[in-house]
Nanobody, 124 residues
Framework: QVQLVESGGGLVQAGGSLRLSCAAS????????MGWFRQAPGKEREFVAA????????LYADSVKGRFTISRDNSKNTVYLQMNSLKPEDTAVYYC?????????????????WGQGTQVTVSS
């Protein structure tokens, strides 16, 4: 069992930056692939970024490629999402998720554990 707690969300102006963190419980964290997803009001939840168990492989949605960076620190049981050049369309609740199979994937239903989410609001 893994519990995930996101933090770092907030209100930022367009062009600004935020860093989200996701702290995980459990010794098995280093074996899990981790993902970030987001859900904007009135829209379905969508993939943002994912990272393999070792950090050697990452995936990004086209909409965030070149602006967002996912990373992890297995010694701290934490995964990060550095978000730069933020746009109003990045406004959403951001969720982190854990996948026991350590390969990164964009598919939501392949992630078994989810956090409660953190709100990111980008003003124009």
């Amino acid at each position: 069992q893994v519990q995930l707690v996101e933090s770092g969300g907030g209100l930022v102006q367009a062009g600004g930056s935020l860093r989200l963190s996701c702290a995980a419980s459990g010794r098995a964290f280093r074996n899990y692939a981790m993902g970030w997803f987001r859900q904007a009001p009135g829209k379905e939840r969508e993939f943002v970024a994912a990272i393999s168990w070792s950090g050697s492989s990452t995936l990004y949605a086209d909409s965030v490629k070149g602006r967002f960076t996912i990373s992890r620190d297995n010694s701290k049981n934490t995964v990060y999402l550095q978000m730069n050049s933020l746009k109003p369309e990045d406004t959403a609740v951001y969720y982190c998720a854990a996948r026991p199979m350590g390969i990164a994937t964009m598919t939501q239903n392949e992630y078994d554990y989810w956090g409660q989410g953190t709100q990111v609001t980008v003003s124009s």
